[in-house]
């Protein structure tokens, strides 16, 4: 199998719409610490959880 070079991978996220993001909004906060769904992601709990905490990591509530 041929390896991929990062331009070809970056291309491929741009135009995947499966890639699930939140917008980092005091909304979306007020989701997280309410413990919400998150049904549009169409994660099961345990993909949900870990996605919630890695982009936790990355978006800084201080930012808001």
Do not use: H
């Amino acid at each position: 199998m041929r390896t991929r070079t990062i331009n070809e991978l970056l291309g491929n996220l741009q135009g995947n719409k499966d890639v699930k993001t939140l917008e980092n909004t005091k909304e979306t906060w007020e989701r997280i610490a309410n413990r919400d769904d998150f049904t549009e992601l169409g994660m099961s709990l345990e993909e949900k959880e870990e996605f919630i905490k890695e982009w936790s990591k990355k978006n800084e509530y201080a930012n808001i």
